[in-house]
DNA sequence: ATAGTGCTTCCAGCTACTGGAAGCTCAAGG
DNA sequence: CCTTGAGCTTCCAGTAGCTGGAAGCACTAT
């Protein structure tokens, strides 16, 4: 399979594909032309990795996940942890992000948005916490 | 007033002032032996800088705050238009983070976690959506 | 034969810094 | 006066995860 068919099977653009064989993600084989040659293992592997990334997983976690999945002996355990140390890290996230929006939500409900220039937003902005 | 001294009072490493320096945020004059001098408007502007940036402003919106903070002519309408595009950008990065939290959490709370190999996680990420 | 699409590699750029090396300047202690 | 250490300078490279573009070969259809 050629990676134009690798890349609407598993929503990746052929440029991150390239790029994932760059870094090691995946190893697909050369056709005589030069082209990659992509196996279903292949196929498996880059959608595993698609939704390991919609999922907000680094690549590093990716190749670590990656390695689990492939690992007929692996422990559950390992994975979790993985998944879990991930979570914790969204929730921090989140965390920043809402306490961004709390703030700022503040300063925009009270500016009055008009012709003139005095401005909340920016008198907090300019002003030392 | 020296790098240093100005790292202290805006909170930014002076690596960071340096950068902002290059890409013409904040433009110091320099004392003869080399060194930047920085004014008190220059500290204002850094202090700026660093609250906007905590807000979660990108640098370039943060060069367009500043360039109102510094217009006295300024219309308020202007600012307000600037913070509530980013506040509804940070609404969208919660919403996905939410999203991904939600599937997560629900894969790791049923994932057992032990010593065996299987695990819904693995199975959920090798599965196309 | 030719046109058009798909594939290849390589290089550069994006965001916002950060680390490190090499070297100059300055203030304090002996 | 000399040395030591901190603070300053510049420059280069690297981080994460791609993405865009150029130049050029391969393949398919007409």
Redesign the pocket.
């Known amino acids: 399979m050629?990676?134009?068919?690798v890349?609407s099977r598993s929503g990746?653009?052929?440029?991150?594909i390239?790029?994932?064989e760059d870094i090691g993600l995946v190893k697909?084989v050369?056709?005589?032309?030069?082209?990659?040659r992509f196996t279903d293992a292949d196929v498996h592997k880059l959608v595993f990795?698609a939704r390991a990334?919609t999922l907000g997983?680094?690549?590093?976690?990716c190749r670590t996940l990656l390695g689990l999945y492939e690992d007929q002996s692996r422990e559950s355990a390992h994975v979790k942890a993985v998944a879990e140390e991930h979570l914790h890290a969204i929730e921090q996230k989140i965390e920043q992000l809402q306490a961004m929006h709390s703030t700022l939500s503040g300063l925009v409900e009270a500016c009055h948005g008009d012709s003139r220039p005095d401005c909340p937003i920016l008198t907090d902005l300019s002003t030392v916490k």
Do not use: H, V
């Open positions: 050629n990676i134009g068919d890349a990746l653009p052929p440029k991150t390239r790029y994932y697909p050369r056709s005589t032309n030069g082209y990659r990795l990334r997983f680094s690549i590093e976690d």
